[in-house]
């Protein structure tokens, strides 16, 4: 495996990795690897296939941070992640800084202004921004012919879907199901900043969205999913929405794939999950 800290010897290394049969996949990342990113790099590894190669990148993109305290408290066990990802059998980690990554006087970013108006980019202005910059920068970079990420994060994989039409960018977006604890809680690098009591009280987001998606009109299943939430006295709702699948827009029928989705804080602690539901 090699380690890569500058996006020229980035380049140098991947001449090397020219001629290899197979494809190139990038698992773009921000870091504190768990289990759900380790299957991200499972299926990058199954796509770039035995003589392929697999590129996983490590960088907290500060861009897309809007408060600089998250960008701060953001976990950074560098050693723990590349012991993980020797493990996987990744053939290249990439480990760019800022400074690397954006020119100081840069002035050329990537907006997105319809998918992210909502949802996690309500109360996140230019979150989205930032993360088409990084993730577009690391796909030229790289060279991918395809990258994976987690539907976890269903906004930025539409986003991203949208970018790569938009764009007309040659990169196949490959997206991996959600991984959970054995209590159901959606696997994140930001659960292991929550309390003994909140963690254990956390499972109920996704019981809750899961028993609401079972009932039949919309305004049941957001009524009931926000019931069981409130109930909690350590869960505070930032959203709870039940949107189209495609245009992230609120739904009134369940005519068309839709998602029932949340974003709850457990003190400074911001979780999120969904589930898919309707048209089939």
């Given at each position: 495996m090699r380690v890569i800290e500058t996006k020229s010897e980035l380049r140098e290394v991947l001449d090397d990795?020219?001629?290899?049969?197979?494809?190139?996949?990038?698992?773009?990342?921000?870091?504190?690897?768990?289990?759900?990113?380790?299957?991200?790099?499972?299926?990058?590894?199954?796509?770039?296939?035995?003589?392929?190669?697999?590129i996983v990148s490590i960088f907290v993109n500060p861009i897309q941070f809007d408060r600089p305290a998250d960008l701060q408290a953001y976990p950074r066990p560098l050693e723990s992640d590349l012991e993980k990802c020797l493990a996987a059998g990744v053939d290249i980690v990439f480990l760019p800084d800022a400074e690397s990554m954006y020119f100081p006087d840069r002035s050329v970013t990537i907006t997105e202004s319809l998918l992210s108006r909502g949802l996690c980019g309500a109360a996140r202005?230019?979150?989205?921004?930032?993360?088409?910059?990084?993730?577009?920068?690391?796909?030229?970079?790289?060279?991918?012919?395809?990258?994976?990420?987690?539907?976890?994060?269903f906004q930025q994989l539409a986003i991203i879907r949208r970018m790569v039409r938009d764009?007309?960018?040659?990169?196949?977006?490959?997206e991996c199901p959600t991984v959970r604890e054995s209590d159901g809680l959606a696997m994140s690098s930001r659960n292991v900043r929550l309390n003994h009591k909140q963690r254990a009280d956390a499972p109920r987001i996704h019981r809750a969205l899961a028993?609401?998606?079972?009932?039949?009109?919309?305004?049941?299943?957001?009524?009931?999913?926000?019931?069981?939430?409130?109930?909690?006295?350590?869960?505070?709702?930032?959203?709870?929405?039940?949107?189209?699948?495609?245009?992230?827009?609120?739904?009134?029928?369940l005519n068309k794939p839709a998602v029932l989705a949340a974003a709850v804080f457990y003190g400074e602690v911001r979780l999120i999950d969904h589930v898919a539901l309707g048209g089939g």
């Open positions: 990795y020219a001629g290899c049969n197979g494809r190139r996949v990038l698992v773009p990342t921000m870091g504190a690897l768990h289990h759900g990113h380790l299957e991200l790099v499972k299926q990058a590894r199954e796509a770039a296939g035995a003589e392929g190669t697999v202005p230019g979150h989205f921004d930032g993360v088409c910059t990084v993730v577009l920068k690391l796909f030229l970079l790289s060279g991918c012919d395809a990258a994976v990420f987690g539907e976890k994060d764009l007309d960018v040659p990169v196949e977006i490959l028993a609401a998606a079972k009932l039949g009109k919309p305004q049941e299943i957001l009524s009931a999913a926000r019931t069981e939430i409130e109930a909690s006295p350590f869960a505070r709702i930032d959203y709870l929405e039940l949107v189209d699948a495609q245009s992230l827009q609120p739904v009134t029928d």
